[in-house]
């Protein structure tokens, strides 16, 4: 299905972190994120955290380009190496600074914890990215305003 909404990045999102690997960044408010290389997830370019708060993100990118409709797939497939009873809880397309991403929402336990991934995945001529972000489902709504800055913060460093 497709959102009509334009999601965009929010004003207070002004420091860009660029993916070394292709023509994707992600603005984000540096007050409230704190981000590094990723050492703990070797699929992952950047691992980031609300600041003294039990949300984080991860930034995939690749080179390779995928299609856009397959990357559900690819995205649920890798998502059950950490959590084998995974579901896709919501499918939607938006649009998201100008480019059409796929937005997931998946349901999964890890380590007898239950999580909630929030993930936009796009791909283009320059190659894939996965920005998803993660926490206990209980603590979903406490977090859903800071899930969707983060995201909506999600860019095209090339155009």
């Keep these: 299905k497709e959102n009509s909404k334009k999601f965009e990045k929010d004003k207070s999102s002004s420091f860009l972190v660029k993916s070394s690997k292709n023509d994707f960044g992600l603005y984000l408010n540096a007050k409230k994120w704190s981000f590094t290389k990723a050492e703990t997830n070797e699929d992952a370019e950047y691992s980031f955290t609300l600041k003294n708060e039990d949300l984080y993100a991860m930034m995939i ?3 390779i380009k995928e299609e ?3 990357l559900a797939d690819i995205a649920l497939e890798n998502a059950r190496a950490a959590s084998p009873d995974i579901k896709l809880v919501n499918t939607e397309y938006r649009t998201v ?4 991403v796929l937005h997931l929402q998946m349901d999964g336990t890890i380590q007898g914890v239950a999580f909630t991934y929030f993930g936009y995945y796009y791909s283009d001529e320059s190659g894939t990215v996965q920005l998803i972000t993660y926490t206990s489902q209980s603590l979903i709504k406490d977090y859903k305003t800071d ?11 090339e155009l």
Excluded: A, D, Y
């Design 61 to 63: 990118s690749e080179k």
């Design 68 to 70: 856009l409709t397959s």
């Design 97 to 100: 600074n100008g480019l059409k």
């Design 147 to 157: 899930i969707e800055m983060f995201l909506n913060g999600f860019v095209n460093t």
